[in-house]
C-alpha cells in the first residue's frame, strides 16, 4: 500500500483543483461506463450470468482453504513452485531470493495490482535488480514514477499531451501526442527489455483450483511475453483470485472484460499451466506461484468478508462521482475507487486509512454495476460503524457528535445553538450563502457553499402559526 504523505483531505483538495485530470478521467470513464452497458445488452442474460457468477464468487470464497491446497497441489503436480506469502515483507523476500538464486539482473513485469500493494519494484530496485514494467498505462506511470491511478487503467488521469511530454523528458525522443506514435516509441524501447530480460513477473487474474492453471487478462501482449520468453516466470496472486473449474472461469470471463473495458472479451486471455514441457518449443524453465495473503485471512473471518469476491474490473471506479471528481491518486492507496475505500482499511489498518470509509456518497451506482453485485454501500457503511467501535473516528466527528449529543439532550442548549448560528451565518452570508466558513469549518467550504440558517426555527414558526392561523385553517 502506498503510504499517503498527506492527509485525505489535502489530496481530495488537489485532485478537485487538477481541471486537467478531471476532464481526462470524466472523458475515459464515461467512455469505459457506455461500452460496459453495450457490451452486456449483447449477453443473452447479463443478469443471470452475473447472479451465477456472484454465487461462484461467494461459495469459492467460502471454501478459499479447500481451494488453495487444490490449486497448489495441481500447479507443482504441473511442474511449478508454490510459495506462500502471510504478508508483503514475506512476499518481497520470497521473490527476491528467486531471482537472486537464479543470478537474474533485470526483470519484466505485466500488470498486477498486487505486486503494487506488496511494493514490490522498491524491494526488487533496493536489492539491486532492474524492474521495467510493460503494460504501456504501467510503463508511462513508472517513468512519470506515479503510482497507477486506476485499477485496470493505470494512468487514465493523463491527457496524451502529457505522455508526450513525459517520453520527451524521460526517453529523449521529439514531442508527438498522438497515441499510436507514442505506443509505437514504447514498443521500440520495451522490444529490447523483452528480449534481455532473465525474469518475468505477472499477476493473475484467476486461478483455476482444478487444473492449477493461472489465467492472464491483457490487451497488449505483454503479459504473454512477460510469462514466455525469460527463462523465469514469477506469477504472484492474492489468495482470493481463485475459481474451482475451467467452467467458472468462463463464466467469469463472460463478465470481467465486459464490465472492465466493455469488451466481449480482452484481446489476450492467456491460459499458462506449468512452465517449459520437454516437448514444448517455448515457455520458461521456472514457474513460481506467489501466493499472498497480506490480511486477506482477517477480512475472511470478518463480516466484510464479501469484499474478496471481487473480480477487480474496475466498474465501479468508472461509475462513482467521488472518484470521478477527486480522481484515484486522492485515495492515497493502491486500490481507489469504492472497492479501495472498502478493502485499503482492511489490508492496510484503519488507523491510516479508516477515513477512506467515508469517501463515498452512498448513492449506490458502484452496487448497481458491480458484475458480483457486492455490496459496497453496505460494506462501507460496516466499515465505518466498525470505526466508530474501534474509537477511531476522527477527532472533528468525535467533538461534533459529542457537541450534538449534549445540544439535543438539552432543549434550551439546542435553542440557544441554533439561534447563535442563525445570527453567525447571516452576518457572513452574502445572499443567503456563505463562500468560506471560519477555521475547520472552511473544509465545508473548500468545495462547496454552505446556506445560511432561517432567521427563525421551525418550532419558532410553528408556534407564530398556531397563534395566528392564516384564513381556512385551524
Ligand atoms: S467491487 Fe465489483 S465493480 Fe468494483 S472492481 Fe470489484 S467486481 Fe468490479
Not at 517513468?143 to 529523449?172: D, N, Y
Not at 463472460?254 to 491460459?271: C, E, F, H, P
Not at 489498518?349 to 479508516?354: A, R, S
Amino acid at each position: 500500500m502506498h503510504t499517503a504523505p498527506i492527509s485525505l483531505y489535502d489530496r481530495i483538495e488537489t485532485g478537485m483543483h487538477n481541471d486537467i485530470m478531471r476532464a481526462a478521467l470524466g472523458a475515459a470513464t464515461g467512455r469505459f461506463a457506455t461500452q460496459r452497458l453495450a457490451s452486456l445488452a449483447t449477453l443473452p442474460d447479463a443478469d443471470a450470468v452475473r447472479d451465477r457468477a456472484r454465487a461462484m464468487r461467494r461459495r469459492t470464497i467460502a471454501q478459499l482453504d479447500r481451494y488453495l491446497i487444490e490449486l497448489s497441489d495441481q500447479v507443482e503436480a504441473a511442474g511449478g513452485v508454490v510459495h506462500w506469502a502471510p504478508d508483503a515483507a514475506a512476499a518481497q523476500r520470497i521473490i527476491t531470493g528467486i531471482a537472486q538464486a537464479n543470478q537474474v539482473r533485470t526483470i519484466i513485469k505485466s500488470k498486477s495490482m498486487v505486486t503494487e500493494e506488496i511494493h514490490l519494484n522498491a524491494a526488487l530496485e533496493a536489492a539491486g535488480l532492474q524492474v521495467i514494467e510493460t503494460d504501456l498505462g504501467e510503463y508511462i506511470a513508472q517513468l512519470a514514477e506515479e503510482p497507477p491511478s486506476h485499477i485496470i487503467a493505470p494512468v487514465l488521469h493523463k491527457t496524451r499531451q502529457e505522455i508526450g511530454r513525459l517520453f520527451q523528458q524521460k526517453l529523449g525522443v521529439d514531442y508527438v501526442d498522438d497515441p499510436a506514435a507514442l505506443a509505437a516509441i514504447a514498443r521500440r524501447v520495451l522490444r529490447q527489455a523483452f528480449l534481455s530480460a532473465d525474469m518475468g513477473i505477472s499477476g493473475v487474474n484467476f486461478a483455476v483450483a482444478s487444473t492449477g492453471t493461472l489465467t492472464l487478462v491483457t490487451n497488449e501482449g505483454n503479459g504473454r511475453m512477460c510469462t514466455s520468453l525469460p527463462r523465469i516466470h514469477v506469477a504472484v496472486m492474492g489468495i482470493e483470485r481463485i475459481v474451482p473449474t475451467p467452467d467458472d472461469l468462463a463464466l467469469v470471463l463472460q463478465i470481467l472484460a465486459r464490465s472492465a473495458t466493455g469488451q466481449k472479451l480482452s484481446v489476450y486471455t492467456s491460459l499458462l499451466t506449468g512452465p517449459r514441457r520437454a516437448a514444448d518449443p517455448d515457455g520458461p524453465e521456472q514457474l513460481h506461484l506467489v501466493l499472498v495473503d497480506n490480511g486477506r485471512s482477517s477480512i475472511l473471518q470478518s463480516d466484510l468478508a464479501e469484499i474478496l469476491t471481487c473480480i477487480r474490473c474496475g466498474a465501479c471506479l468508472n461509475v462513482c462521482p467521488v472518484y470521478r471528481s477527486i480522481g484515484g491518486h486522492a485515495y492515497g492507496s493502491t486500490y481507489p475507487g469504492p472497492v479501495g475505500s472498502v478493502l485499503t482499511p482492511l489490508l492496510a489498518g484503519m488507523d491510516e486509512f479508516g477515513e477512506l470509509a467515508h469517501a463515498s456518497s452512498l448513492c449506490g451506482a458502484c452496487r448497481e454495476v458491480c458484475p458480483v453485485r457486492i455490496d459496497l454501500p453496505g460494506l462501507l457503511l460496516k466499515l465505518r460503524h466498525d470505526t466508530v467501535q474501534a474509537g477511531h473516528p476522527p477527532l472533528w466527528l468525535r467533538l461534533g457528535l459529542q457537541a450534538y449529543a449534549l445540544a439535543v439532550t438539552h432543549p434550551w442548549l439546542y435553542r440557544l445553538g441554533g439561534k447563535l448560528a442563525s445570527a453567525g451565518t447571516r452576518l457572513l452570508a452574502r445572499e443567503g450563502w456563505i463562500r468560506r466558513l471560519p477555521g475547520p469549518l472552511s473544509a465545508w467550504t473548500g468545495q462547496r457553499d454552505f446556506p445560511a440558517f432561517a432567521p427563525r426555527s421551525f418550532q419558532e414558526s410553528w408556534a407564530r402559526r398556531r397563534q395566528s392561523p392564516t384564513p381556512g385553517q385551524e
